[in-house]
């Protein structure tokens, strides 16, 4: 949990809309972990956040957006019941334990709304705080996507597809 029980998840709305663009479009602008242009705007931030196809929520701490994450089925028809999400924090609060509050509550949520598993398509190699964070949270790397990131830094590099059951 969070370490100063400040923190709360809720539901996103429209008026958690500015942080959430701010917030991704800091996260995008650094090509280290988002497929996006390192020029994304409000437009992509909306569609991403903000479709009423899926839920989004958002991590507030003393008033303050500080992160999202959003929740989805992974496919359609027969492959509805694994889930998908996606997460963004804040950079001034990465390593307070934002992630990890939301992932756990994203399992749970993925949980309650009768999702049997969940898989993260597109983990970016390099981004080793997402790969231990989720590995700690009992996911496993089950493929390599070789070279499908072209890194600002450090061009083409992995993804990895990362899954995890959802039994208690």
């Known amino acids: 949990m969070f370490p100063n029980n400040t923190l709360n998840i809720c539901v996103a709305t429209e008026e958690h809309f500015p942080r959430i663009a701010e917030i991704f479009k800091k996260v995008v602008s650094t090509g280290d972990?988002?497929?996006?242009?390192?020029?994304?705007g409000d437009e992509e931030a909306r569609a991403y956040w903000l479709s009423p196809e899926f839920k989004s929520f958002v991590a507030i701490d003393e008033g303050r957006v500080?992160?999202?994450?959003?929740l989805r089925a992974n496919n359609i028809?027969?492959?509805v019941h694994?889930?998908?999400a996606s997460?963004?924090?804040?950079?001034s609060t990465r390593?307070?334990?934002?992630g990890r509050a939301m992932g756990q509550h994203c399992l749970d949520q993925a949980r309650r709304d009768g999702f049997k598993s969940m898989q993260f398509n597109f983990v970016v190699s390099t981004n080793t705080p997402a790969v231990k964070l989720w590995q700690s949270l009992g996911f496993d790397i089950v493929g390599t996507l070789p070279a499908a990131f072209n890194h600002m830094q450090l061009g083409y590099?992995?993804?990895y597809v990362m899954y995890r059951s959802l039994k208690t």
Request: proline share 3%; no cysteine.
């Open 66 to 70: 500080v992160g999202m994450y959003k």
């Open 77 to 79: 028809g027969l492959g």
């Open 95 to 98: 390593g307070s334990g934002v």
């Open 157 to 159: 590099v992995d993804a």
């Open 82 to 84: 694994v889930a998908n």
């Open 87 to 91: 997460f963004m924090v804040d950079s």
């Open 33 to 40: 972990s988002y497929v996006f242009l390192p020029n994304a």
